[in-house]
């Protein structure tokens, strides 16, 4: 019986499932069985899990499409391991995570731990630019926890895991938005251990356009309100920084139009900052160009998804119902 135990919810990924089975295959410690659940998908991969039987412990599930959380629980289900371990479909796991990460264990064993996530080098540039913008200090990295961590460390979904006595105690994960920060918090108030295993990186090809990402950080903006909701302390002020810069920008703008253009240099200044941070990062001037537009993406798609829920939720209490948010957390 394999220790870790790998949990993957595929919909629609099949090229994805691919590569995340190959660096699977690759790895140089093979303590860990992997479980992929086919989320309803349209374009099963079955198929694709079935060519690896023969070079690691995989299994294949079929379920009617719920959403990732409940495919990630039937996994759990599945599972026969100590330890779980969650990636998303569009990971490539480096030759040396298991190993790492047993290593890491063993120094210091920890009931939750997340990763960080990096870029591969044959990643597209516009994926390298929005790697950057999703982990830089600059934009969001300090609020999501990398190298310098405006708040405490919250895994995310595509490198984290933890053991099986969390999972007997917490439970799954809830059909929700931001999941996963409502998972860390849960297993936190339960008393577990959680840290950032910096060592234990995975290389994360994130979204593939410029739509794609804004529609998905601006969700991540609303969701931070669903999680105001569901626990009353956690909303920090930090979380609050990409609202502030909309609503700054704009005002930038219009005392610019109203006045003197001279009010759009802090705007262009902080372009600059992020042009800089990138290029020493990336060595391209071309991905460094890139990093700034999306980094803008990210920040307004985040900040008028925040600025949205907000209004709607809390001033107005419409959409989602308040009781039924206050009710999912008291497990009713």
Partial sequence: MAYFS???PVYNRRDEVDDLLRSLAAQTHKDFEVVIVEDGST???????ARYAGDMDVRYFYKDNEGRSIARNHGIE???GDYFVFFDSDCVIPPDYFATLTRALQEQYVDCFGGPDAAGQDFTDLQKAINFS??????????RGGKVQLEKFVPRSFNMGYSRQVWERVGGFREMFSEV???STRIRQAGFTIRLIREAHVYHKRRTSLRKFARQTHVFGMSRITLKLLYPDSLKAVHTLPALFVLGCLALVLLALLWHWWAILPVVLYAVLLWVSALAQTRSLKISLMAVV???VQLFSYGTGFIRAYVWKIMLRHGRDVEQEIAMRKGK
Avoid: K, Q
């Fill in 181 to 183: 920060i409502d998972m």
């Fill in 134 to 143: 999703m982990t830089a200090f600059l934009t969001t990295g300090g609020i």
């Fill in 43 to 49: 374009e099963p991969c079955e198929d694709i899990v």
């Fill in 294 to 296: 999306t980094s803008f």
């Fill in 78 to 80: 599945h599972a026969t």
């Fill in 6 to 8: 790998v949990i993957v």
